[in-house]
């Protein structure tokens, strides 16, 4: 028997258990509007643990309304802080003294948990966090994170499925990191804003969360150059950011115009095909892909498109080919002719994104696709039934 994790059993084959709460989405509907961006999940988070790397309160504002928020706040309260979310507001109180051990059952659910490993080396020199859970979407090592630690003075190891650190005290370095990981320049990032000295981080991350968080710490009395650049204003979702996705959507036949915190998309006709490769920032970002996938089932020619993060990240395209996507994987690629309609069918979301992907591909399919396991997108997105409601999109939550 197959277990209920992500709609997956431990093969790795789909399990079809009808999920209680479930979204029906009827394709067909022309969809016009404007709706607000929110605050991104992979933001938020990493500030909610910068709050732990000073005694007293940081308040976060512009903070989406998503399931993980609650949960990094759960993993916050254990490790000693008071956390009160009102709205779109996150209080943190961090007290003189935090415990270092991130082993409760918080932390094992979210991902982003693991971002806790740099603050607590940098206040506690010391830390044991759980191997944090998070999407079924490729192996994550945390093999940069050690290293990067290991380099400003740190014995780092993993014991009993946890991540384990101790610092008699932290020295600043100079760590390349063999590949620009989010997380791992995230984290050492924030316990050098607390080491002896500088550090240099060579082929951080440029993410547009990392300038979030580099602007947080500065705001904390952290010294950092070189994140961004000296022009460049945060305050919620700047289009400059999205330069990647507007310019493979404009190839796709979209009339883009951006303002300096909007941006209209118009499609007229259907989208032509056009093939998109995932790669860090600032290339076409991985977590837009599942998206990227449900356009190409449907343009006008053959799209073929490249993962390079996340090896796993196309298990979601069986769900696609259920709904009519004439699409084939092979290793990092997903090949696509693009169909003029999908049909609908019950299709299970495997993460954050797989899950939105299915139901932009459910809005373009004919009669009501069910899309299941609807958790998933409720970790990722505020009020993404409302907004797409809002748009035009006959897309209902029932259960
Ligand atoms: N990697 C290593 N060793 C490490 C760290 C990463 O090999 O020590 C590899 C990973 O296995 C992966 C690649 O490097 O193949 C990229 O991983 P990265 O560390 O950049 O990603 P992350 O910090 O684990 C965050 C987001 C992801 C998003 C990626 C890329 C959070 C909580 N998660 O993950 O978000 O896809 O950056 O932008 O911030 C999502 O929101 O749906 C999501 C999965």
Not at 40 to 64: D, F, W
Not at 145 to 153: C, K, T, V
Not at 193 to 209: M, S, W
Not at 371 to 376: D, G, K, L, R, Y
Request: glycine share 12%; hydrophobic share 45%; proline share 5%.
């Amino acid at each position: 028997m197959g277990r209920r994790d992500g709609g997956r059993c431990r093969a790795g084959e789909p399990v079809r258990v009808p999920t209680v709460e479930r979204f029906l989405v009827t394709g067909g509907a022309r969809l016009a509007g404007t709706v607000e961006v929110a605050g991104a999940k992979n933001s938020v988070l990493k500030l909610m643990a910068a709050a732990l790397l000073a005694e007293g309160t940081t308040t976060i504002s512009n903070c989406p309304e998503i399931l993980d928020v609650p949960l990094m706040a759960d993993v916050l309260r254990g490790l000693g802080a008071e956390v009160v979310i009102e709205g779109d507001t996150v209080v943190i109180t961090t007290p003189a003294e935090l415990s270092h051990h991130a082993d409760f059952p918080a932390v094992g659910r979210l991902r982003a948990s693991v971002c806790v490993l740099g603050p607590l080396m940098g206040r506690c020199r010391r830390a044991e966090v759980a191997l944090p859970g998070g999407d079924a979407i490729g192996s994550r090592p945390l093999d940069m994170h050690q290293s990067g630690l290991r380099a400003m003075g740190a014995t780092m190891n993993i014991e009993h499925g946890k991540v384990v650190g101790r610092a008699s005290s932290l020295h600043g370095a100079s760590i390349g990191l063999d590949f620009p990981s989010v997380g791992a320049t995230e984290n050492i990032l924030m316990a050098a804003v607390l080491a002896d000295g500088t550090t240099i981080i060579d082929n951080a991350a440029r993410e547009p969360e990392i300038i979030d968080l580099a602007q947080l710490l500065a705001q904390m009395g952290a010294r950092i150059d070189g994140v961004g650049t000296a022009t460049i204003t945060i305050e919620g979702v700047d289009p400059v950011f999205m330069t990647a996705p507007l310019e493979r959507l404009s190839r796709a036949g979209a009339q883009i115009d951006t303002e300096q915190d909007a941006v209209t998309v118009t499609m007229a006709e259907r989208p032509r095909a056009v093939d998109f490769i995932t790669m860090p920032y600032p290339g076409f970002p991985t977590d837009l892909q599942p998206m990227a996938l449900a356009l190409a089932a449907v343009a006008d020619g053959h799209s073929l498109i490249t993962e390079n993060v996340f090896e796993a990240r196309f298990r979601f395209v069986d769900e696609l080919i259920r709904m009519g996507a004439d699409a084939r994987t092979d290793g990092h690629h997903a090949s696509l002719r693009g169909r003029e309609q999908l049909s609908s069918a019950p299709v299970w979301s495997t993460d954050i994104r797989a899950g939105a992907g299915l139901v932009l591909a459910g809005l373009a399919a004919e009669g009501v696709t069910e899309v299941h396991e609807v958790m998933h997108i409720d970790r990722g997105y505020p009020h993404f039934v409302e907004d797409l409601q809002k748009l035009g999109g006959q897309i209902e939550r029932v259960g």
